[in-house]
């Protein structure tokens, strides 16, 4: 199994220690994609890449991934549009959120 895992890179770095462990514990259950997201040398300022690049080389991880795994409880508009293509392309997404962090989730709901 090809697991994308998101979590917040430019939206804050607070929580990369838990990024870490989710990493090593989907890493059981398959490959995980995006590794670099629990890198603790990667500031918020991201990765040395423009982001075009970025956004074409993860969005080319997401279409080969089998799901994504996603921690929510920092805001990140990054997760957010890839929560959003894993949805449109049909694949199986499971958000993680700590409701003891104090932050607060907010689920939209569309109507047509």
Do not use: N
């Amino acid at each position: 199994m090809k697991i994308y895992f998101a979590g917040a890179i430019r939206g804050g770095r607070e929580d990369v220690p838990l990024y870490l462990e989710l990493v090593k514990l989907l890493s059981r259950h398959g490959t995980v994609l995006t590794e670099h997201v629990a890198d603790e040398r990667m500031t918020s300022l991201g990765e040395s890449m423009d982001d075009p690049a970025i956004h074409d080389r993860d969005l080319a991880w997401l279409r080969e991934a089998d799901c994504l795994v996603a921690e929510v409880t920092t805001p990140s508009l990054g997760v957010g549009f890839e929560i959003g293509k894993a949805t449109e392309w049909g694949l199986r997404v499971l958000c993680l959120f700590r409701p003891s962090s104090g932050s607060a989730l907010f689920r939209l709901s569309c109507r047509q």
